[in-house]
């Protein structure tokens, strides 16, 4: 049997085995669909037992792995997941046979090579999420990029070469400044790289402001926040259907992912201090995401600026820095993964059809194929957020909590909501009674054995989370609110002065000795919350510090 | 002066290099023209023999020979074993290309190997006169290997160019030497240090040598603004001397900064690091965004160089363990990634054509998917992007230059990285997104395709291992550059 602590060591190794077998196999295009659909079930099952095995109970890291690197720089091999992560790895190994699946028939030049890419690039993904060592990070950061630039640029539609270099480049314009921040914190912070050691220490109100800032970049970047999404429309109408569906289930959440696991913990106070930007930004993301895939023609584009709108839902539950936000935030990183995902397995399968991704030309398909057009109509309900499914809950969790953060941000990303309501349906209503302005006659036929198999699982996560989302919060619970109490202002009151200090007088940054006020009145305004995360928890630093 | 026999074990393999290369020469005489690959092994043999001598007469710690003349170190161990292997590859990369060009001559070689003598007396210089005979063997030698090509105009103006420009960088060293001579007193580089720390010697006289120094440093380098002779000798030379340019003189170009800068005039560190701040800074900006307008893949080549030796400074200027150590592992990596660079374009250019425009490498990944993979692999290296081991050394000049404080220079250095990554993805777009223009088969003997895997891939386990590497540049540095 395989050691519990080796199991996050072999999510990375076994895709990387399987792209090798495939690369040194001959060619033979059957063989390598079935060896690399193989490997990714394989992937996904030994994966399983993260979802069995996890201590709800704990914030601590678990399936810990930690062998020395680079010993010169202190560098180490570190890997981990907590509450944080293990959905999101669990999200990458379920999503990444699913891309495999919908690859089947879509894919006939040069299929050995794009296998060999979606598996590194999902060994690459798995490796960002668990690394507990930021150089480690950082190194499967970069190298996500190679396989996804040449998905898109090999398998892509028409414009894909300016869609390849824009992604990649803007990507690596994000990780850059990142690297410097890094470096900087490794030396600040005591010649490490191990992110939860980095965690614990306290850093000057300036050097914050700078490591935030270059983090910043990054991850919103990859989110991607407005006003930085503009990359994100091109990748996603270019890229092959498995491609997008890679980059909107899985690669969007690296960036939230970063703000959780390294902004919030490592930066609190720059983080509080700035929050107020983050949410003005979120809430534009929100609105105008939703804005824009309204007037969208083309369906693929509709649901990628439906994903701008939806991943501001997700920065604002991490900005506000309460229990449900952060949890919803969580959530909805999931959700976003499996409806998102669904819906552009959906759109894959009926341009594999019509050829034409346009709205108009998709018009009327409610005779012809009625499976098909149902389980569009259920994606497109959960990407809303109809009470049932699972998007539901992430979205009530994150206003929530922003609602108890500042009212005014609450009834704003509610109006969000009504906007997603709006263009989905009204997309549903064409696609589905609209008038085809097809000229040719194509036969539309509908979804077979494998492609109801590709989207059946969603489909079974969609309800699953949808009534009964407690197991999936439970496991995000103890490291929430150790996250949450992690970030509190509770620091020196000198810190906190010191940054307003070093913040310029002209951003619209809340002052943090309000902030400090206002989270800890949000965290203990129900008695619900009190219990979950009592003072007791908050004053970990303080005793810290006396110590 | 006395001489002392003992002093021959220190330069035993320069002594074994000179006396093969002279065999050689008179060997070669003897051989018919289809018989030149004898010569070609008796090459092999001599660099193979040099570095058994090098492995074997390592580990006596700092000796020094002929009146302090010259020092052998573990950091001149290690660059000139890595020249001895650097060039070897060079030979086995060109060995057919220069044969279809009838370059494939007994002179070549010799001068190859004297050229290796230069950089060898370089490596291992510990006196200004050595520093300089060493330079002037190696850029003679080379003048020459890039005139090689006679009925070419091309390579004449290179070589032209490169000689004049050459020369006068050779003015302005020795002239800066003088300077320092007349300052100090003396030649030899700890004593030059010694008379500075002890405050006799004139500041002003001082410096301004040091400014007739750096420059002539930094046209040896290459380094802007005194880079104008790269981007033409790279293009108009034959693409193997090219490589032979760009490969091994850039670890002997290291060992002759870090002697002269570190080891000699360290005393004015203040002075020179802020020198090498303007000529890294400027020479990653210009090298990197004057490479992306480039459709000669040389001469991309030559400026990206330009770029790498900006990077390579910076890793000096940050100084300190860290950042001798750092700079050393750039130059070596660089070394390794410019071999198979440079290698993929010979393997490319087979009968009279030469695949030095980018255009060449359209759509590679349908004619040959295992040789664009390896020069996605190289592409990646030189933009630093993980997990190659260009990344790893990027990462380690960017650490020594936070470390020392510099941290606005790293973000400068990151930001040009950044515009570099652009070009060589070009060349990874051109390879997999493009149709090929052409279709003919790509032929590559058995031992260059063996060559150009082990090198591809070098570049990704030592990404992924670099740990032995970079501690051997450490120690290296650590014995040679600080004990003084």
């Known amino acids: ?547 | 002066m006395n001489f002392v026999i003992s002093d021959l074990l220190p330069v035993l393999p320069e002594v074994f290099v000179l006396a093969m290369a002279c065999v050689i020469l008179i060997a070669d005489l003897l051989i018919r023209q289809d018989g030149r690959l004898v010569t070609y092994l008796l090459v092999q043999l001599t660099l193979l023999g040099c570095s058994l001598i090098i492995v074997g007469t390592h580990g006596n710690g700092v000796v020094y020979a002929f009146h302090n003349m010259f020092v052998d170190d573990s950091m001149s161990d290690v660059l000139k074993l890595l020249t001895c292997l650097a060039l070897s590859m060079m030979l086995a990369y060109s060995r057919l290309y220069l044969t279809v060009r009838e370059l494939f001559t007994g002179e070549f070689m010799v001068l190859v190997l004297f050229a290796m003598i230069g950089m060898m007396v370089m490596i291992s210089a510990n006196n200004f006169l050595t520093l300089y005979l060493g330079l002037e063997l190696l850029s003679l030698s080379l003048y020459t290997i890039v005139a090689l090509q006679r009925d070419s105009s091309i390579a004449i103006e290179a070589a032209m160019k490169y000689f004049v420009l050459g020369s006068l960088a050779s003015c302005l060293l020795l002239y800066g030497m003088s300077m320092l001579y007349g300052a100090t007193g003396t030649l030899e580089l700890g004593a030059v240090s010694q008379a500075i720390q002890s405050g006799t010697a004139d500041k002003n006289i001082l410096v301004f040598g040091l400014v007739f120094v750096v420059s002539g440093l930094a046209f040896k380098l290459g380094a802007v603004p005194f880079h104008m002779w790269v981007p033409d000798v790279y293009q108009g030379a034959p693409t193997a001397v090219t490589m032979l340019i760009g490969s091994a003189p850039k670890l002997a170009a290291f060992a002759f900064v870090a002697r002269i800068l570190v080891e000699g005039l360290q005393p004015l560190v203040q002075h020179w690091s802020g020198m090498l701040i303007i000529l890294a800074i400027a020479s990653m900006a210009l090298g990197n965004i004057t490479a992306i307008v480039q459709t000669n893949l040389k001469r991309m080549f030559a400026y990206s160089t330009i770029a790498h030796m900006g990077f390579m400074l910076l890793g000096l200027l940050s100084g300190g363990i860290v950042g001798y150590g750092a700079s050393m592992f750039y130059a070596v990596v660089y070394v390794l990634m410019s071999l198979g660079s440079f290698g993929m374009i010979i393997l490319l250019s087979r009968m009279g054509f030469e695949a030095d425009t980018l255009d060449d490498f359209k759509g590679l990944s349908r004619r040959s998917p295992w040789l664009a993979f390896l020069m996605l692999l190289l592409m990646f290296s030189m933009a630093g992007v993980p997990p190659t081991v260009g990344f790893t050394a990027k990462f380690s000049v960017l650490n020594a230059a936070v470390q020392a404080g510099h941290v606005w220079l790293a973000v400068v250095a990151v930001l040009f990285s950044l515009i570099g990554a652009f070009y060589y993805l070009r060349i990874v777009k051109l390879m997999y997104f493009d149709t090929p223009e052409s279709h003919a088969p790509i032929t590559i003997g058995q031992d260059t395709a063996l060559l150009i895997s082990v090198n591809g891939l070098a570049v990704l386990l030592l990404g992924l291992l670099p740990e032995t590497l970079m501690s051997v540049c450490a120690v290296a540095v650590r014995q040679s550059l600080l004990l003084h």
């Not at chain 1, 803007?170 to 050691?197: C, E, K, N, R, W």
């Not at chain 1, 649901?303 to 997700?314: C, E, I, K, L, N």
Request: aromatic content about 12%; glycine content about 8%.
């Open chain 1, 1 to 547: 049997m395989i050691h519990e602590s080796n199991l996050l060591s072999l999510l990375i190794l076994l895709p990387l085995l399987g792209a090798a077998i495939i690369g040194f196999a001959p060619r033979h295009d059957g063989w390598t669909r079935w060896t690399a659909l193989v490997f990714t079930l394989l992937v996904f099952a030994v994966s399983l037992p993260l979802w069995f095995l996890f201590d709800t109970s704990s914030h601590e890291m678990q399936f810990v792995t930690r062998l020395s690197w680079i010993p010169a720089f202190n560098i180490n091999y570190a890997v981990g997941v907590d509450g944080i992560s293990v959905l999101l790895v669990l999200l990458t190994t379920l999503i990444t046979p699913l891309c495999v699946l919908c690859s089947w028939k879509a894919i006939d030049t040069r299929v050995k090579e794009y296998m060999m890419a979606i598996l590194i690039m999902e060994a690459a993904i798995i490796g960002v999420f668990v690394a507990l060592d930021l150089f480690l990070f950082f190194v499967f950061w970069e190298a996500e990029l190679i396989p996804m630039f040449l998905i898109i640029g090999v398998w892509g539609g028409q414009r894909r070469v300016y869609a390849a270099l824009k992604f990649f480049l803007y990507t690596m314009a994000g990780s850059l400044p990142m690297l410097v921040a890094i470096l900087a914190l490794y030396f600040t912070g005591g010649g490490t790289f191990d992110i939860q050691q980095l965690a614990q220490g306290s850093y000057s109100a300036a050097f914050q402001f700078w490591v935030f800032w270059a983090f910043f970049l990054a991850f919103a970047i990859k989110v991607p926040m407005f006003p930085f999404h503009t990359w994100l429309p091109d990748a996603h109408v270019e890229a092959p259907t498995a491609g997008s569906v890679m980059l909107a289930s899985v690669m969007l959440k690296l960036g939230t992912y970063g703000f959780l696991r390294f902004s919030l913990p490592i930066t609190p106070d720059a983080s509080h201090a700035f929050a107020p930007v983050i949410l003005i930004l979120s809430l534009i993301a929100i609105i105008w995401g939703s804005y824009m895939a309204l007037v969208q023609t083309d369906l693929k584009k509709l649901v990628a600026y439906s994903s701008v709108g939806h991943m501001g839902f997700v920065t604002l539950g991490i900005f506000v820095f309460n229990t449900e936000g952060i949890e919803g935030a969580i959530l909805q990183m999931v959700n976003h993964g499996i409806t998102t995902g669904a819906l552009f397995l959906c759109v894959g399968m009926i341009y594999e059809r019509t050829h034409s991704r346009l709205i108009s030309d998709c018009g009327g398909l409610r005779m012809t194929v009625p499976i098909y057009v149902t389980l569009l109509a259920i994606f497109s309900f959960a990407s809303f957020g109809l009470p049932g499914t699972n998007s539901f809950v992430g979205e009530f969790l994150v206003l929530v909590g922003s609602f108890k953060s500042s009212l005014l941000a609450g009834a704003i990303a509610l109006g969000g909501v009504v906007l997603t309501v709006a263009y989905m349906l009204w997309m549903l209503q064409r696609v589905v009674w609209g008038e085809s302005t097809r000229k040719e006659e194509v036969v539309v036929t509908d979804l077979n054995g494998r492609e109801i198999a590709t989207l059946l699982p969603l489909l079974v996560l969609v309800f699953w989370i949808g009534f009964n989302p407690e197991p999936f919060l439970a496991r995000m619970r103890a490291s929430v609110e150790h996250l949450v109490s992690e970030v509190s202002p509770v620091r020196g009151v000198n810190n906190i002065e010191g940054l307003n200090e070093a913040v310029p007088p002209s951003l619209p940054v809340r002052r943090l000795q309000h902030a400090a006020v206002a989270n800890t009145a949000a965290v203990n305004r129900t008695p619900a919350d009190a219990c979950r995360a009592p003072p007791c928890q908050i004053s970990n630093r303080d005793r810290k510090q006396t110590l």
